[in-house]
Nanobody, 126 residues
Framework: QVQLVESGGGSVQAGGSLRLSCAVSGYTDSHYCMGWFRQAPGKAREGVAVFGSYGVTSYVDSVKGRFTISKDNAKNTLYLQMNTLKPEDTAMYYC????????????????????WGQGTQVTVSS
């Protein structure tokens, strides 16, 4: 059974940093995509960053240069380093994984992910 567990959320002031973690267990496929998504109250879920099985990354324009997605295969953990946070980054952040897949979905696509974590809240105050 595949499980994704996020951690690392919290409350910070604008300009601050947070690092989110997503621990993956029970996954046997060797080629799959993982992504970070977020959903603010009253808004649709949006893609933030995607990490492909060959280390190819992509980001939504609003976080480019501020966020970095990475993965530690030895620890089976996906990370999202978030710097220079803005109030508009406030949302529930989720990690997700696809099934066996070579080419990852575009970062803005929220469908096609088979497994989702429970989310971790990020709140940025001005």
């Amino acid at each position: 059974q595949v499980q994704l567990v996020e951690s690392g959320g919290g409350s910070v002031q604008a300009g601050g940093s947070l690092r989110l973690s997503c621990a993956v267990s029970g996954y046997t496929d060797s080629h799959y995509c993982m992504g970070w998504f977020r959903q603010a109250p009253g808004k649709a879920r949006e893609g933030v960053a995607v990490f492909g099985s060959y280390g190819v990354t992509s980001y939504v324009d609003s976080v480019k240069g501020r966020f970095t997605i990475s993965k530690d295969n030895a620890k089976n953990t996906l990370y999202l380093q978030m710097n220079t946070l803005k109030p508009e980054d406030t949302a529930m952040y989720y990690c997700a994984a696809t099934g066996l897949l070579i080419v990852c979905p575009p970062v803005r696509q929220t469908t096609g992910y088979n497994y989702w974590g429970q989310g971790t809240q990020v709140t940025v105050s001005s």
